[in-house]
């Protein structure tokens, strides 16, 4: 039997909203955390009341509670919370998390050892940091939406909230060093990040052709920007995606889809020559891959060692048999919804694994038992109803 999950002794108050901080959160969540989501007493847009599918799968793992923060009463709890936890995580502009009084410092001075984790589109200084964030600001801020798209078709958005997503994940690894260095200081820290700032690191590669060679990466549609042929390719009954840079490579594509000749043909001999003559090539490619339907092909090219594969919608990403080996998604029982699927988790423990243990919480659903936790008496848990602190 696996053990306890490897985070089952961590404490996290959860007060953000939106996708990236709610997705840094996760991560602790899923590996076990014991998540306590602060929720404003009145439902907002983003909140549980509607537990729609977004809110349904970014929440799951997590136990609800209401608390007004700009009463005096609920920024108690707060604080009583907080003193006891191990991680805050906030995704307010930073005047906003100073101006209530729960800023890294203020909590820090009730809880020396809290991990305070915080998200902002711009950072917590500069001349952007009062700037509300918003994912697809951080796209085009971020250079991805001018690599993006077709040639010379125009600044295109990614199909996913990229710059949200890789800011909860480069929080959950920060928050995550910053529990472990703990263990030898005894201290905990501030660890912040930015969509921007995760938006820019994502660049990677393309980054790099600027700061070290000096090139604007263009546009390339779905051809690889250096790696040649990597692409999309026209097969008899839809599309593949085949990805042979490199000699070798290059070489056993070619004797794979029987066309030997393209090895030799002065136009694609070198990686130098492919990239000059890329048009030329990928329109010989195509008249090939044209003659079998897409299974054939992604079979034959692995066989080979040609890294190959279909190009799936979502409804056919979950039906394929890898997917479902890998249990991608994962079935959690909610009350109101029944048996729904939810995504799994990507990373496996052998020893201590996390799982989908609880559904996402209804708006408030554990207010009087996490303030119980807490040591708050009934009467008092019914005075805070009263006087609308929670």
């Known amino acids: 039997m696996p053990g306890p999950p490897p985070l089952a002794h961590i404490r996290v108050v959860d007060l953000t909203r939106a996708r990236s901080g709610p997705t840094a959160v996760r991560q602790l969540a899923d590996m076990g955390a014991q998540v306590v989501r602060v929720e404003a007493r009145e439902a907002t847009e983003g909140d549980s009341t509607a537990l729609g599918f977004d809110f349904l799968n970014l929440h799951r793992n997590k136990r609800a509670l209401t608390l007004d923060l700009k ?30 009084g729960i800023d890294y410092e203020a909590l820090a001075a009730l809880n020396p050892r809290l991990v305070y984790g915080s998200i902002s589109g711009f950072g917590q200084t500069g001349p952007y940091a009062e700037r509300p964030g918003y994912d697809q600001i951080a796209q085009g801020m971020g250079g991805l939406m001018s690599i993006t798209g077709l040639p010379g078709q125009g600044p295109v958005r990614v199909g996913i ?24 200081s005894g201290r905990g820290q501030w660890v912040h990040t930015s969509l921007l700032q995760a938006m820019v690191t994502m660049l990677d590669f393309q980054a790099a052709r600027w700061l070290i060679d000096g090139e604007i990466p263009p546009q390339a549609g779905n051809d690889h920007p250096t790696g040649i042929p990597t692409g999309v390719f026209t097969t008899a009954d839809g599309h593949i995606n085949v990805a042979a840079s490199g000699q070798a490579m290059y070489r056993r594509l070619c004797a794979a889809i029987g066309a030997p000749e393209l090895v030799d043909d002065p136009r694609f001999r070198t990686l130098a020559d492919r990239s000059t003559h890329r048009a030329a090539m990928n329109a010989a490619l195509d008249r090939v891959f044209a003659t079998k339907p897409s299974a054939e092909w992604i079979e034959a090219l692995n066989r080979a060692g040609v890294p190959s594969g279909p190009i799936l919608d979502v409804r056919e990403v979950f039906e394929d048999p890898q997917v479902r080996h890998l249990g ?18 990507p990373t496996a423990l052998s020893r201590t694994p996390g799982a989908v243990r609880l559904p996402a919480p209804g708006h408030g659903e554990h207010t009087d038992a996490i303030l119980a936790e807490l040591g708050y008496t009934p009467a008092e848990i019914a005075e805070l109803r009263r006087v609308g602190a929670v």
């Open 328 to 345: 991608l998604a994962q079935p959690v029982r909610h009350p109101t919804h029944g048996e729904i699927q939810v995504q799994g988790l």
């Open 161 to 184: 909230p990229v710059a949200d997503l890789a800011a909860g994940l480069y929080l959950a690894q920060g928050i995550l060093v910053a529990l472990l260095e703990r263990e030898r």
């Open 71 to 100: 009463h005096p009463r609920g920024l108690e709890v707060l604080r009583r919370l907080a003193a006891q936890a191990d991680v805050v995580v906030e995704n307010f502009r930073p005047d906003v998390k100073r101006r209530l």
